[in-house]
């Protein structure tokens, strides 16, 4: 077995793990990392991925998240999982901030973060401002599979606010 010497070593090598789909042996190896060096901040965003994806536990996971975001707020990986935990868990005070700051971050998914807020205000029942989201979204992504999926989301938001008119029916009595 190899002895790795830095945290460098171990991250990369718990990269490496992750790669070959060794979540348990990547999963101890960030542990590990975290142990050593607990401002390790990419450790602390891997963590938080494991714990939001693989074990469903939003709490860690949002403890690591916040903590990556911390300690490294230029890093832009965090922010789109970071954003959709506090969707689903509807915190509303953070989706802004986090959003906020995340569109800030050079390198950030812009189009996944307009997304996630559009996804957010959709389930809030603010069909104008999802709508207005998705157009962002749609104007931010760089492939057209991702065009495509926003287009698609604009068109059911324009069904839902079409479905949500009220009708009016006229009864004509002339025969």
């Known amino acids: 077995m190899d002895i790795l010497y830095t945290v460098e070593e171990k991250y990369l090598q718990a990269?490496?793990?992750?790669?070959?789909?060794?979540?348990p042996k990547a999963l101890h190896y960030f542990n590990e990392i975290i142990n050593a060096e607990p401002d390790y901040?990419?450790?602390h965003y891997q963590l938080g991925c494991f714990y939001h994806y693989q074990f469903k536990n939003?709490?860690?996971?949002?403890y690591?998240?916040?903590?990556?975001?911390?300690?490294e707020p230029e890093?832009?990986?965090v922010y789109e999982h970071y954003l959709k935990l506090v969707v689903t868990l509807k915190m509303h005070k953070l989706v802004e901030q986090i959003a906020e700051k995340a569109l800030a971050v050079?390198?950030?998914?812009?189009?996944?973060?307009?997304e996630n807020l559009g996804l957010y205000a959709e389930e809030q029942q603010d069909l104008q401002t999802a709508k207005e989201q998705y157009k962002k979204a749609?104007?931010?992504?760089?492939?057209?599979t991702d065009h495509s999926l926003y287009q698609d989301h604009i068109?059911?938001?324009?069904?839902?606010k079409i479905a949500g008119q009220t009708m009016t029916y006229t009864y004509d009595q002339e025969q």
């Open 15 to 23: 990269i490496e793990e992750l790669n070959y789909g060794e979540l």
């Open 41 to 43: 901040a990419r450790a």
């Open 58 to 62: 939003f709490q860690t996971a949002g």
């Open 64 to 71: 690591h998240y916040q903590k990556c975001v911390e300690l």
């Open 75 to 77: 890093f832009p990986d």
């Open 106 to 114: 050079p390198g950030a998914n812009k189009a996944q973060i307009y």
């Open 138 to 144: 749609a104007l931010s992504a760089v492939s057209s």
């Open 155 to 160: 068109k059911r938001i324009t069904a839902k």
